[in-house]
């Protein structure tokens, strides 16, 4: 697959090149004259031995019957791609039909030196087997980018899942028409099989190396021009069936396996010795036939045709199925962000085309056992709408979180979204997105996203090593302002980080018949050897999770037992409530008087602002220091050290103080963690404990070296107890957010090779850097006067004069 999107991505890059390159080929081998050895016998031309007039009414039936079935076939395929109504998907498709056409045709005429009446009997064969559907669905899923730079992206993409299974099933028809060829001793089968051969080498050429330059060159034309009314088609309802189908094992299998037999039974044919004569004279005598005979054979194929075309949907066979699904899914437009226009109808006038070949619901139910490939979208709705399938459960039942996404979006917006609603619900954007982790671990109910933007400051020097900070937010000013401070730490040496705590906590409430009872079991649960009895039951669950300490807490009847363990690299809030309940469980059959009221006792506390974070820690218990030098605060901060530590003890400290405050003596940590949790794929919510963070700032003194006068410098320290990061688990292991760790090199567990922990612990020393630099960076702008002005410059949209009136 990433051969063939490395390639097609060539051809779409280098467009130009390769359509003037292939144009030149083609044009050029007219001129040639090069001749085969042999020529092949055909309708219109005088073979060396005579032909007698049995063997020419055959060839005319044949002939006949073959282009009425081409017909049929065209008329079909043109039918399904008019109802995408979309004028350019129908010219980009007859542009490639007329092209791939006349390739055929110059190269049957100039390369084999054939005359024209040839082609005429060679175009049915070669219209049969050209690749239309492949082409609608590369094309629409082109036609999904919103940005030109993104095209070549598209064109890969799309090319990277349709080209295996092309290349599988081109090598899988040429060997089943060799040996054909091979086998069948009959002059019009044999020629029909040359024709077929040749076509179909000639539509995977041009497919695979002028359809993706093509495809660059008038897509991005179209672009520059592209209109409201433009349809715009979802990438995952596109190509999900071509990539079902490279990814279905046992369809991939039975081709191979095809085609193994196939070359050892070409191999083996020497063996086998057919009667030449006997065998075309038996298939002549067949299609010998009067003109009365001629004319009957004609009506049936006419009045056979008017019903196919009618009722084509009804005969076809539920081995069928699956390749009508790919048509009925790849042809169905699924509104994204981008869509302008508004939509009376949800479904595609191919969905309401398919709603009445609809299969029953128990049908259905047994093909989706068997893959849910075999069953349409429409149907799926259907399955929805009866109860069958449950809304949510889409992705499980599918198997594919992207089309379970789409379909969720198509009966949401005819179900549930109010129809003054429906434009506002087309601007969520769901294309461009791979929902398999995020619909597994973070988000049920799934029907889009919602994109954040992210920057990068830096580098943080931290401990002597640079990091660039990944951080994703919507307030302006905040990656220039952390940057500054970033700045000035790093001319200043850096941060130093030390962790002082590490430990996640649970903490669930008992109740007993009294209270002399909940004080009992209080002081049983501080013995040592107790402790060990429940540390055994609590680390029975895990092999990372290792409990460190209870802290009981008695009100009345009840009873409140904190327990804090480490957790390795996740979080640990699953990890605790497993050990925390068969610790609980072993109690109740040493105590039968304690009852379990809840699991979480919210003296945890877990997202909630509480004192026992503040003063007992949870999670990482970080501190980070830094020393700046009297003349970096001036130059770069434009202030000086008395007013910024005076600034701090007022407004940090004191200030928060007569507010009441609990570990908020700060100017803006919240603003940096949730930035960084965000980017990070941590838990948004837990920035209220997280954000826990006391600011200090003092005036020392700071020798330098080969200088007896002392200079002053800020000492400056930012203390968080309660920092709640993880690098696995969660949101952790979705893909962007994964890159941001990577970025940070603390992604994924950092067992076996360091200590279980070490990441979490780094991640959460470089927040604290990272919130230390923004402490800095805001009292200096609170000091100078500056914040006003910042904000002014970097957080305001001047070109909406309305929002100038928001504050």
């Given at each position: 697959v990433k051969l063939f999107e490395f390639y097609a991505r060539f051809c779409a890059k280098y467009a130009l090149e390769v359509i003037v390159c292939f144009m030149t080929m083609v044009v050029g081998a007219v001129t040639l004259n090069l001749s085969s050895p042999y020529e092949l016998c055909h309708w219109a031309s005088n073979c060396a031995e005579s032909v007698d007039e049995s063997q020419v009414s055959s060839d005319v039936v044949l002939l006949t019957v073959l282009r009425c079935g081409t017909i049929i076939y065209i008329y079909m395929q043109l039918k399904k791609i008019w109802k995408i109504r979309s004028a350019c998907v129908v010219g980009i498709v007859c542009a490639y039909t007329v092209f791939a056409v006349m390739t055929f045709s110059i190269t049957l005429v100039h390369f084999l030196r054939k005359d024209l009446v040839i082609v005429g009997s060679a175009l049915p064969v070669f219209l049969l087997l050209i690749d239309i559907t492949r082409?609608?669905?590369?094309?629409?899923?082109?036609?999904?980018?919103?940005?030109?730079?993104?095209?070549?992206?598209?064109?890969?993409?799309?090319?990277?899942?349709?080209?295996?299974?092309l290349t599988?099933?081109?090598?899988?028809?040429?060997?089943?028409?060799?040996?054909?060829?091979?086998?069948?001793?009959?002059?019009?089968?044999?020629?029909?099989?040359?024709?077929?051969?040749?076509s179909v080498i000639i539509n995977y050429i041009v497919f695979t190396t002028f359809v993706p330059a093509c495809l660059s060159v008038l897509l991005t034309l179209l672009n520059k021009t592209k209109t409201n009314e433009d349809e715009i088609y979802s990438r995952p309802s596109c190509l999900q069936n071509e990539k079902s189908k490279l990814d279905h094992i046992f369809t991939r299998r039975v081709k191979i396996l095809l085609c193994s037999a196939l070359v050892g039974l070409?191999?083996?044919?020497?063996?086998?010795?057919?009667?030449n004569d006997s065998m075309q004279s038996s298939f002549d005598s067949v299609f010998t036939l009067t003109p009365e005979q001629l004319f009957t054979v004609t009506l049936?194929?006419?009045?056979?045709?008017?019903?196919?075309?009618?009722?084509?949907?009804?005969?076809?066979?539920r081995f069928r199925r699956r390749s009508e699904s790919l048509i009925v899914s790849s042809t169905t437009p699924?509104?994204?962000?981008?869509?302008?226009?508004?939509?009376?109808?949800?479904?595609?006038a191919v969905e309401t085309y398919a709603t009445s070949s609809l299969r029953t619901p128990e049908e259905c139910m047994n093909l989706l056992k068997v893959g849910s490939d075999l069953v349409t979208d429409a149907e799926i709705i259907a399955l929805v709408e009866k109860k069958k399938i449950p809304l949510y459960k889409l992705e499980t039942v599918l198997q594919d979180a992207n089309r379970g996404v789409a379909i969720r979006r198509k009966i949401l917006k005819t179900t549930v979204i109010d129809k003054s609603r429906i434009e506002a619900f087309n601007h969520i954007p769901h294309t461009g997105y791979d929902f398999t982790t995020a619909t597994k671990a973070c988000c049920e109910n799934t029907v889009g996203y919602v994109a954040v933007p992210l920057g990068l400051v830096g580098p943080l020097k931290l401990d002597n090593q640079n990091y660039m900070i990944p951080m994703a937010t919507t307030e302006g000013t905040l990656l220039a302002s952390t940057n500054r401070g970033l700045k000035v730490l790093h001319l200043s040496g850096g941060v130093t980080a030390s962790i002082y705590g590490d430990g996640m906590t649970r903490a669930p409430v008992v109740e007993f018949p009294s209270a002399e009872q909940a004080c009992r079991i209080s002081n049983w649960l501080q013995d040592s050897y107790n402790f060990t009895l429940v540390r055994d039951k609590f680390e029975a669950t895990s092999r990372f999770a290792k409990l460190k300490r209870l802290t009981p807490?008695?009100?009345?009847?009840?009873?409140?037992?904190?327990?804090?363990?480490?957790?390795?690299?996740?979080?640990?809030?699953?990890?605790?409530?497993?050990?925390?309940?068969?610790?609980?469980?072993?109690?109740?059959?040493?105590?039968?008087?304690?009852?379990?009221?809840?699991?979480?006792?919210?003296f945890c506390t877990d997202k909630k602002p509480s004192a026992v974070n503040w003063i007992q820690g949870r999670g990482k218990s970080v501190v980070c220091e830094a020393v700046i030098p009297a003349k970096v605060v001036k130059d770069v901060l434009r202030t000086n050290i008395a007013t910024l530590t005076h600034l701090n003890r007022c407004k940090n400290h004191i200030g928060s103080a007569m507010s009441g405050s609990i570990g908020g003596f700060n100017a803006h940590a919240a603003n940096i963690v949730t930035a960084m949790f965000i980017a990070t794929g941590q838990d948004p919510a837990q920035n209220v404990v997280s954000s826990n963070c006391i600011t200090t700032l003092e005036e020392i003194s700071c020798p330098?070296?080969?200088?007896?006068?002392?200079?002053?410098?800020?000492?400056?320290?930012?203390?968080?107890?309660?920092?709640?990061?993880?690098?696995?688990?969660?949101?952790?292991?979705?893909?962007?957010?994964?890159?941001?760790?990577?970025?940070?090199?603390?992604?994924?567990?950092?067992?076996?090779?360091?200590?279980?922990?070490?990441?979490?612990?780094?991640?959460?020393?470089?927040?604290?850097?990272?919130?230390?630099?923004?402490?800095?960076?805001?009292?200096?702008?609170?000091?100078?006067?500056?914040?006003?002005?910042?904000?002014m410059r970097h957080n305001r949209l001047s070109r909406y004069p309305q929002t100038q009136e928001t504050e």
């Open positions: 082409m609608v669905v590369l094309t629409k899923h082109c036609l999904s980018t919103s940005s030109v730079d993104l095209l070549q992206d598209y064109i890969a993409e799309g090319m990277g899942a349709l080209t295996p299974v599988l099933d081109t090598l899988t028809e040429l060997l089943v028409l060799i040996n054909i060829g091979g086998f069948v001793q009959v002059r019009q089968l044999q020629q029909l099989s040359c024709f077929a051969c040749l070409h191999w083996f044919k020497s063996f086998f010795t057919f009667s049936i194929i006419i009045l056979g045709s008017k019903y196919l075309l009618d009722d084509g949907y009804e005969i076809v066979s699924v509104s994204t962000c981008d869509v302008k226009s508004s939509h009376k109808t949800s479904y595609s807490a008695v009100s009345g009847r009840l009873l409140f037992i904190r327990f804090t363990a480490t957790t390795g690299d996740a979080m640990g809030m699953n990890m605790l409530s497993k050990g925390v309940e068969n610790a609980l469980r072993w109690m109740c059959e040493q105590f039968p008087d304690m009852k379990v009221l809840s699991l979480s006792g919210n330098q070296i080969g200088d007896t006068t002392s200079h002053t410098a800020l000492h400056i320290t930012c203390t968080m107890p309660s920092l709640e990061v993880a690098t696995v688990g969660g949101g952790t292991a979705l893909e962007p957010q994964k890159a941001c760790l990577n970025l940070l090199g603390v992604a994924g567990s950092s067992a076996p090779n360091t200590k279980p922990g070490t990441n979490a612990c780094q991640l959460a020393k470089l927040i604290c850097g990272t919130v230390l630099a923004g402490e800095l960076s805001l009292l200096s702008a609170l000091a100078s006067g500056e914040l006003v002005q910042s904000h």
